[in-house]
Nanobody
């Protein structure tokens, strides 16, 4: 059974940092496109970053470039999201997701992702 479990969310002040983790089970995350998405209240779910090991590509949303960094530990089947210089507008529920494939044109499309975690809340206060 495929499962994605996120952790690491919390409440921080603006300018602070958090590191999110997503542990995958039931498949090898190194063969899938792994992404982080977020959804704020009343807003659509948006792509934050995706990493596709098979192509060696990583895609970031413009809003997080230079502040967020994705990494992956294949031995632990875990995806990480290091978030620095957090802003109040980063407040959202953050979700980990997995897709068989992704590209520059598809990585941020929620419909491309087959598996989703339950989410972890990130709250940034000003």
């Amino acid at each position: 059974q495929v499962q994605l479990v996120e952790s690491g969310g919390g409440s921080v002040q603006a300018g602070g940092s958090l590191r999110l983790s997503c542990v995958a089970s039931g498949y090898s995350s190194s063969t899938y496109c792994m992404g982080w998405f977020r959804q704020a209240p009343g807003k659509v779910r948006e792509g934050v970053v995706a990493r596709y090991p098979r192509s060696g590509s990583t895609y970031y949303a413009d809003s997080v470039k230079g502040r967020f960094t994705v990494s992956q530990d294949n031995a632990k089947n875990t995806l990480y999201l290091q978030m620095n210089s957090l802003k109040p507008e980063d407040t959202a529920m953050y979700y980990c997701a997995a897709a068989p494939y992704c590209s520059r044109g598809s990585w941020a499309l929620t419909g491309e992702y087959r598996y989703w975690g339950q989410g972890t809340q990130v709250t940034v206060s000003s």
